[in-house]
């Protein structure tokens, strides 16, 4: 029987694992814009394919926040402030790459139109890095002391082991948002997009299998969780073929759901392996912050699961319908805002 406190972290780890895998392919789509969109109207028709979905997407981030703040503070207090410049950026691309989605089409100017297609590339790249580096500190551990304080040093947070992480998740978002455009278009730009996902199937495999070597080697994640992890690495090896041949046989709706439970498995992961902890003490284990001595009291967690299993349904009840009104692919036939 799962605590009050174990339950919350499973359902922040399911929000979490539900952000990446939907704002995963925005973010790809975001990058994909100057890889495959050739003309202004390719890259409006790029944007258009997630323009129903993006800002709904982000709710997700929203709420796995906001659940840290309340169910957990401490846990919340110590990431939030020792992260306190990495998660400034982070907000600041969300805002800017926003903001570029509604401004880009206002005027009909050149210049006007590049400047935000280059913040759009700029932050949707930025940010899968931002988080692949933030969730890989976490298994690999961080300077935290008996108050609970976090003050990294700069290699704390910048290493081979965190830049892989980030480039891993950046890859990752890449290639699934090139197989969600090839769902959402057609003609040239969904052949471009197939072909672009198929050449970097091998260097994502490569690099995620890299990433897995080192996370088995510099943290402890395997000695804790080890044949639970074993097997996410098993079905996520399988995920990643299993989507390679999708993409060989232009089957992009297959591809893209492996794709999608390889984000799905390898961020789960994350959470498998810390659990109990929240965040990894490289000052001893006895700092390690974890389900239980970061949470909040027993009422407001009580009064929390009521809140949110009233209100959850209906936010996956909007989603789901958005999904499925939206769901037809973009052709030169639909208006484009310009």
């Not at 041949?245 to 992961?269: L, P």
């Amino acid at each position: 029987m799962l605590s009050l406190s174990e339950l919350w972290f499973l359902l922040i780890a399911v929000l979490f694992v539900g952000f990446f895998f939907l704002e995963g392919f925005d973010f790809g789509v975001g990058m994909s814009t100057a890889i495959i969109g050739k003309t202004d109207r390719e890259r409006r028709t790029l944007i258009n394919s997630i323009g129903p979905f993006w800002d709904g997407n982000e709710v997700w981030l929203i709420t796995a926040g906001g659940a840290m703040f309340a169910a957990f503070p401490h846990w919340y207090a110590t990431l939030f402030s020792g992260f306190y410049l990495p998660l400034v950026v982070v907000l600041l691309a969300l805002i800017g790459r926003g903001v570029a989605f509604e401004f880009r089409s206002k005027m009909r100017h050149e210049r006007w139109r590049k400047t935000w297609d280059v913040i759009i590339v700029v932050s949707s790249a930025l940010l899968p890095f931002l988080f692949g580096v933030v969730f890989a500190t976490l298994m690999k551990g961080l300077p935290i002391d008996a108050q609970m304080q976090l003050r990294p040093g700069i290699l704390d947070i910048v290493n081979p082991y965190t830049v892989v992480g980030g480039l891993s998740v950046t890859l990752l978002c890449l290639v699934h948002g090139l197989l969600f455009a090839s769902l959402r278009t057609v003609g040239d730009l969904r052949e471009r997009a197939l072909n672009m996902a198929k050449k970097l199937m091998l260097p994502l495999a490569v690099i995620l299998a890299v990433y897995a070597v080192m996370t088995y080697f510099m943290t402890d994640v395997f000695a804790v969780r080890g044949w639970a992890l074993w097997i996410m690495v098993v079905l996520g090896a399988a995920s990643l073929g299993l989507a390679a041949y999708f993409v060989r046989q232009k089957r992009e709706a297959w591809a893209f759901g492996m794709t999608g439970a390889v984000i799905a498995i390898a961020f789960a992961s994350v959470f498998i392996g810390l659990f109990p902890r929240v965040m990894v003490s490289s000052m001893g284990s006895a700092f390690d912050l974890t389900v239980y001595n970061a949470s909040s009291g027993a009422y407001s967690l009580k009064v929390m699961t009521i809140v949110a299993c009233t209100l959850l349904p209906f936010v996956l009840g909007y989603q789901i319908w958005s999904y499925y009104i939206f769901r037809k692919r973009l052709n030169d036939q639909h208006h484009l805002e310009y």
